[in-house]
């Protein structure tokens, strides 16, 4: 079957590092993909990864081992803002994205 | 114009009403999606349209029937629904279905409850 882990929720302190985990086992790969969801709005894009090693965007960088099923988003400076969930999505063979159950980031003071 | 829009933004139905909910998007993507989701979990796919065609049901009931009336609308009709189909209703479309890259853009979403 097609299964994607990450933690159900992460909390850290504003102006720290957060680095949160996902792992997955999908038939066939194409890509994967980190969205941002704050509470009741639609998520949005973040980052995609298709090729081995670290993207970074700002504050945010997403790394990718496709031989190890494994990627990480890691947000910097963390600022308030930032709580949300974080979900992992992996677009598999058919291109369909198979999503991970999220990630809930808490930002404390 | 970046935006996928979607209308009403809530919606409070009892079990025998009919509603349509409608996904609006002038980026000039093919593809265009529905997607459930219900409070802590991902989205669930429902539908794909690909060129205006359903290339996708995902065993989705009857009570939920899609429409795409051109590349840029896609409605979804309800009728009869029951009260588990609260949920948020998410609008999404992306340049085409398949491809290595295929970011998909959210609307909003719709806050649907059924009384």
């Known amino acids: 079957g097609q299964n994607i882990d990450q933690p159900t929720e992460m909390t850290a302190t504003e102006g720290a590092i957060v680095q949160i985990n996902c792992t997955y086992q999908?038939?066939?790969?194409?890509?994967l993909f980190w969205y941002q969801q704050h509470a009741g709005e639609a998520p949005t894009f973040l980052s995609y990864?298709?090729l081995d090693g670290l993207e970074e965007k700002g504050r945010f960088s997403s790394f990718l081992s496709r031989s190890k099923g494994y990627s990480y988003l890691l947000l910097k400076e963390l600022q308030m803002k930032d709580s949300a969930s974080y979900l992992c999505a992996v677009s598999d063979s058919n291109y369909q994205l198979i999503w991970g159950a999220g990630t809930k980031l808490i930002i404390k003071p | 114009d970046t935006e996928v829009t979607q209308t009403p933004k809530h919606l409070v139905m009892g079990m025998t009403n009919k509603k349509s909910l409608k996904c609006e998007q002038h980026m000039g993507h093919r593809a265009m999606y529905w997607y459930k989701q219900k409070a802590k979990k991902p989205p669930e796919l429902m539908f794909v349209?690909?060129?205006?065609?359903?290339?996708i049901n995902e065993s989705v009931p009857s009570r939920f029937s899609p429409e795409c009336p051109n590349s840029s609308l896609l409605n979804l009709h309800l009728h009869a629904l029951q009260p588990e189909d609260s949920a948020l209703y998410l609008c999404a479309s992306s340049q085409d279905e398949g491809g290595s890259y295929n970011e998909q853009f959210f609307g909003p979403g719709t806050r649907l409850t059924v009384l």
């Open positions: 999908t038939s066939g790969f194409n890509g």
């Open positions: 349209y690909s060129y205006e065609k359903l290339s």
């Open positions: 990864n298709v």
